[in-house]
């Protein structure tokens, strides 16, 4: 069993920063798990935005995120980051952290991914 907590959602303003961190916890060892995010604005569908390795060596992100986002982790703090830049209210969302214990695993859908976070709520004022 894996346990996340996301933390460092907030209220900004249009062009400003945020760092979320999602922590896990459990039997798994961090680094035998792929990770992700996802995010979920108010009226729409779940969207992936980025996933990574378990070393972190290899990431993937979606377009609207791409060049602004970036997604990494620390092993050894069993800690995966999403480092969010030049925010746009588009960005506003419940941003989840997930895991899969799968290799390969299905990045970019749902079903690729077995533990999820509670989420947090980030929005971006214009």
């Known amino acids: 069993q894996v346990r996340l907590v996301e933390s460092g959602g907030g209220l900004v303003q249009a062009g400003e920063s945020l760092r979320l961190s999602c922590e896990a916890s459990g039997s798994t060892p961090f680094n035998y798990l792929a990770m992700g995010w996802f995010r979920q604005a108010p009226g729409k569908e779940r969207e992936w935005i980025a996933a990574?390795?378990?070393?972190?060596?290899?990431?993937y992100y979606a377009d609207p995120v791409k060049g602004r986002f970036t997604i990494s982790r620390d092993n050894g703090a069993n800690t995966m980051y999403l480092q969010m830049n030049n925010l746009n209210p588009e960005d506003t969302a419940v941003y989840s952290c997930?895991?899969?214990?799968?290799?390969?695993?299905?990045?970019?859908?749902?079903?690729?991914?077995?533990?999820w976070g509670q989420g947090t709520q980030v929005t971006v004022s214009s």
């Open positions: 997930a895991a899969s214990p799968d290799n390969p695993w299905t990045y970019r859908s749902e079903n690729g991914y077995s533990y």
């Open positions: 990574l390795s378990r070393s972190g060596s290899t990431t």
